[in-house]
């Protein structure tokens, strides 16, 4: 299994997460997307445990 450059797969549709900042901290910790898209669709499907704590671009980058 390839770690492709070392970037986290977004949790929706697993393609490489290029932009931090969609992620959502739930029970099972923090989930990273792609996109809000995804983001907004994770939630949509996941509404039990998603905590509605976004984090735009507020992670730390380095
Ligand atoms: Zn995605």
């Known amino acids: 299994m ?3 450059q070392d ?3 977004c949790v ?3 393609q490489p ?3 931090t900042g969609f992620s959502l901290t739930t029970s099972d910790g ?3 997307f792609c996109c809000a898209g995804c983001l907004s ?3 949509l499907l996941n509404k039990d445990n998603a905590k509605p704590t976004i984090t735009p671009l507020l992670t730390t980058k380095k």
């Open 41 to 43: 669709i994770y939630q």
């Open 30 to 32: 923090e989930q990273k």
């Open 2 to 4: 390839v770690n492709a």
């Open 7 to 9: 970037k986290e797969p």
């Open 17 to 19: 997460v290029e932009i």
């Open 12 to 14: 929706l549709c697993g």
